[in-house]
């Protein structure tokens, strides 16, 4: 199958890790596979791999993520078998393509969808959500018929957790390099900064935490609400406690050095960053949204908090920080085990090449 992945730009974001991971599979699997982006460049362009076509339609980076000059122009040439839609954009432009090749959209996000976005839900030969309540929701909300739905999950991008040895030098040498003691509890969130990841309610919520015993929050990413959340962390009188390690093309490491990973986004179909922790061991306290308690075991790996109750928040926190040796061992086993089995990049990448061979017709004799 000749596949063809659309994305509009490379920006260090969980569903443009998904785009990467899943072109690379498909051409580690024999299937020609284009990755073809509005944008050029990009903080994650090149883990992009050498047998995969990257392509991409503007001559330079005009910043316009809506840009896409010759969209058709480019698909007619590259003659897929079959188009994936990632993100935004691509499924707001996705209905363009259909008479050009079967185009198979994705809901992989809680945010209200555009007149554009909706109309290629419609067109498209089928759609993938990557959590049970996004597709339900797609049924209940857009009227879309269940059996053009199929759920896949977003699979684990990073490595697995390295050695106890190599992951004892990880965590020294983060702590050192933020000046974090080693006594101290860290709670980490790895995600963009835009307004609807919402790194500022963490702030809050950790703000009102007993000093006791010692704790940090690290908050990992790039993005255009960075600033004010570094201004929001400082007005808080937290400057000392809360950290911003930058982006990470590779967050390994802050897991290792992590004890518990936090999340308050507002808009989610399924937290590629709560998955990932999970997976090196951390247990995992979030704000319920879409999707948000599908990623986890609640009450064993997780546990999902009522959008807004900052106390129920803080007290879930508390018993993380103060628990025993050995109940932070057994949650960490269980969250690396529920992550690798649930959410495997191999399982991902077969229910993919499943679902597009369902697709496509046969081949003649």
Partial sequence: MRLLVLQDHLRSG??????????????????????????????LAGTVAPGVKHACLQARDWGLDWFAPGLRRRVRALRPDLILLMGRMANCLGWRLTPLAPVVATMRTGKPLPAWFRRTLRASRHIVANSREAR?????????????????????????????????????????RLGTPPEARVLVCVAMFRPEKNQRELIEIVRGLPASPPWELWLAG???????????????????????????????????????????????????FLIEAQAHGLPVVAAAAQGIAECFLPGETGWVI???????FRERLRDCLVAGPELRAGRARAARAFARENFS????????????????PSPGP
């Fill in 136 to 176: 339900d929701h797609l049924v209940a909300a857009h009227g879309l018929a269940p059996e053009k739905i199929a759920v896949i999950p977003n699979s684990l991008v990073f490595p697995p957790e390295a050695a106890a040895a190599e992951a004892a030098a990880r965590r020294a040498e983060w702590r050192a």
């Fill in 345 to 360: 990049p191999a399982r991902q990448v077969a229910a993919y090449l499943e679902l597009f061979t369902r697709l496509l």
């Fill in 222 to 272: 790039d993005g255009p609400a960075l600033a004010g959340c570094r201004r929001h962390a400082e007005a808080a009188g937290l400057g000392d406690r809360v950290r911003f390690p930058g982006f990470l093309a590779d967050p390994t490491p802050l897991y290792a050095a992590a004890d518990v990973a936090v999340h308050a986004s507002r808009s989610e179909a399924l937290s590629n």
């Fill in 14 to 43: 969980g569903t443009e890790r998904q785009s990467i991971l899943l072109a690379n599979a498909f051409a580690a699997a024999g299937h020609p596979a284009t990755l073809l982006t509005f944008r050029p460049g990009g903080a």
């Fill in 306 to 312: 009522p959008r807004g109750d900052h106390a129920a």
